[in-house]
């Protein structure tokens, strides 16, 4: 269903980590640690030339990549998850090895600037936005896409529409120290941007749980290769009613 040209993350195939991996060496930077917002496969993808740093996500986050890794046939089952057109070009060896932050982890265990966590239930179990906090910037994870409408667990959540209403208020209660907002897909915004996002992600949700009409401009996106997202909104509206929202 998803196309990695629709793919905005910093690199899926080996090539793509790899290129990713000389161009923070050439800037003379070491990779320290990695985090994995939540455990989606083009979350928790690592390449062996960003080196042999810790790689952490949230507690729950990191037990459901053990359990996956841990399954006979993992990594056969996994690639059948993958867009076809990229999976042999996506490397699997690291693929969701995790550190698991113990629950109210407040902060990223590292010597570098403070990068506080907003765990919350919205999308995947697991889910973690990233506070860099003196630079106001907040990693987003699969939030807060300018692309993609919000998507619900709708398959492992007991109430995902009330699950992703909190969440939007959990990343609001942050909106005063942001002024930067990075979605995993999509494009960089302000601070009003943010705002906005919240707003929008609101009203998409709140009709969905209301079987209102959908007024959503990234439903019918005219941008080439982004068509499907009506097909993940008609799917999750689909499930929404089949299970009574
Ligand atoms: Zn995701």
Redesign the pocket.
């Known amino acids: 269903m998803r196309r990695a040209s629709s793919w905005s993350t910093p690199g899926l195939t080996s090539d793509e980590m790899a290129c990713l991996a000389r161009d923070v060496r050439a800037l003379g930077l070491p990779v320290v640690a990695g985090f994995a917002t939540?455990p989606?496969w083009d979350?928790v993808l690592w390449h062996a030339d960003l080196g042999a740093a810790p790689r952490y996500g949230t507690a729950a986050c990191a037990a459901v990549m053990l359990e996956v890794r841990s399954a006979p046939g993992w990594q056969s089952r996994a690639a059948e998850g993958l867009p076809p057109e990229i999976s042999d070009e996506v490397p699997m060896d690291l693929f969701g090895l995790l550190t698991g932050l113990p629950a109210a982890t407040a902060h990223i265990p590292w010597d570098g600037p403070a990068v506080g966590l907003v765990e919350h239930p919205a999308?995947?179990r697991g889910h973690a936005a990233l506070v860099v906090e003196d630079a106001r910037v907040l990693v987003a994870g699969?939030m807060l896409s300018d692309l993609f409408v919000p998507?619900l667990d709708v398959e492992g959540a007991t109430d995902p529409i009330g699950d992703y209403l909190a969440s939007l208020d959990l990343l609001d209660a942050v909106a005063d120290d942001v002024d930067t907002v990075i979605p995993g897909h999509g494009s960089v915004g302000g601070a009003d941007e943010f705002r906005t996002r919240l707003d929008r992600d609101r009203a998409y949700v709140r009709a969905l749980r209301d079987g209102g009409e959908i007024d959503d401009p990234r439903v019918d996106s005219p941008r080439p290769g982004w068509e499907w997202v009506a097909d993940i909104h008609a799917h999750q509206a689909r499930a929404l009613t089949d299970r009574g929202r």
Request: glycine share 0%; net charge negative; proline share 0%.
């Open positions: 939540h989606d979350h999308h995947a699969d998507m």
